[in-house]
């Protein structure tokens, strides 16, 4: 039998089998699945697999606890972003060779930051309950490490775990995903306390008993929010949101954009025509052309729009540079009035590496290699984002694909209003392609993510995807309208109201970043007073 005395005294491969298998586990908490009580007996082992490195020398313990951290690692991103694997399939001919650095060599490399934080943790380890402290702060801090430097990549952080209940998730309105996390890894690692190292029984059955009660009061507070707050809806609008589930060997074929127009169109004006709709939606890279360069497109979309009804689309737009033949392409956000006007555009401002631009991109393309989008030169990133003014609606914060999943970058810099006060926007516009991962646990990932954003903002989001899942989700996280992955259709819903401007809109990240900066001193002064007595 498997106890926590073997784990603490594990060696060799055992000890690595037990990590790999306790990280490969956890993935389960994720969506689609979100069974996070399964962190609750994942997570102790990888505390077990730690406390058996204190009788050895300092070095060698750091050594022990960064590759029980990384092998943990390992087993969760493999099993969590198998799916980004799917993306080299649908070009097989150009990029199959490059599956396996997607599916074994990115988990490797995101593996290293809980490794890291597995260091750090046992810097700060103790023989008593207070190591949960010291392993939850410094997986945390990984945890945001890791969302952040080399462009960030924040997927399946452990906070998510919790979010995955909406009344868990409500207080992502004050603390966000590094709260979340925090209280994640705190929570579900502290039924480890129950069995210290060498006997240690002092407050051993505290950090057990806080966690059932801090859990208890964040599923009670969170069910309140969500009874007792009512989210109107913007007069006077009517929102269609199109999902063509166009298959994405097809989407950036130039000699499928009759096709690809057909279906765009004849998709928009099923249920009964455009009659009543207010603003029709349209996902991320609709075209495989420029609509500049294709007025017979426009032509087409004038004509299906009635008289004031406006078009949201992706689209990429391109830009003249001055002494150069090639042009600025970026990946936009394109508003299209009933007279074939444009009236505004947004462009992404954080680019996907390897999808869309490489990082050396003359030298790695003088090599021959290419992002998945094929587009040579790679997208051109805009400086910062703004809001997106669309005629009939209140202001949109646009966020392409997985801007999404950067909770501190949704936000822009500086909004003023005509008053010169702080300007709040209206809702969250995530447009997005996820057909490029197929019908995988990647889009649920994405969708619950961005479900996220508009708890922690106080804002209503509108996602609208190429194959699922679209949906209008209000700004506590409930959903009004969805359409499932793998369906082809459209949703007509009105737009929620915002709420007034949560914790987390008006301070950022200062409120979570002093709760895990107190978490680590905690643990710092616990580890400290261990060293003294």
Known sequence: MLTPERLQAASGRWRALAALAA??????AMPPFGLWPVLALTLPVLVFLIDGTLDLPLRRALRASFLAGWLFGMGYFVAGLWWIGQAFLVQAEV????????????????????????????????RGPGRILAFAAA?????????????????NDFGYALATDLRFAQVASVIGLIGLCLVTLACLASPAALFSPAGERRGRHVP?????????????????????????????VRLRLMQPDLPQDQKFRYDARRTVMDLYLATSESQGGLAGVTHLFWPESAFPFFLEREPEALARIVAMLPRGTTLITGAARYQPVPGRERPDVFNAVRVIDSEGTIRGNADKVHLVPFGEYLPFQETLEAMGLEALTRLRGGFAAATSRSL?????????VPLICYEAIFPDEVMPASS????????????????????????????????????????????????????????????????????????????????????SATPYASFGMVIPWMLLLGC???ALVLRLRAMHV
């Open 23 to 28: 990280g490969g586990l956890s993935a389960l």
């Open 95 to 126: 990029f199959m060779w490059l599956m396996p650095f997607a599916v074994i060599g990115l988990p490797a490399a995101l593996a290293v930051y809980t490794g890291l934080g597995c260091v750090l943790a046992r810097l700060l380890w103790t």
């Open 139 to 155: 997986l945390t801090l990984a945890e945001t490490a890791r969302g952040t430097l080399l462009t960030g990549f924040p997927w």
């Open 208 to 236: 057990l008993g806080l966690a059932v009660g801090l859990l208890a009061a964040l599923w009670a507070g969170g069910q309140w929010r969500l009874a007792t707050t009512e989210i109107g809806t913007v007069p006077g």
């Open 388 to 396: 997106l003014a669309i005629p009939g609606l209140p202001d949109a």
């Open 416 to 499: 003023a209003g005509p008053d010169g006060a702080e300007a709040r926007p209206g809702f969250l516009l995530n447009l997005s392609n996820d057909a490029w991962f197929g019908l995988t646990p990647g889009p649920y990932q994405h969708f619950e993510q961005s479900r996220l954003r508009a708890i922690e903002q106080g804002l209503p989001l509108v996602r609208v995807t190429n194959n699922g899942i679209s949906a209008i989700v209000d700004p506590l996280g409930r959903i009004r309208a969805i359409l499932p992955l793998g369906v082809r259709g459209v949703l007509d819903d009105s737009l929620p109201q915002a709420m």
């Open 520 to 522: 680590l001193c905690g």
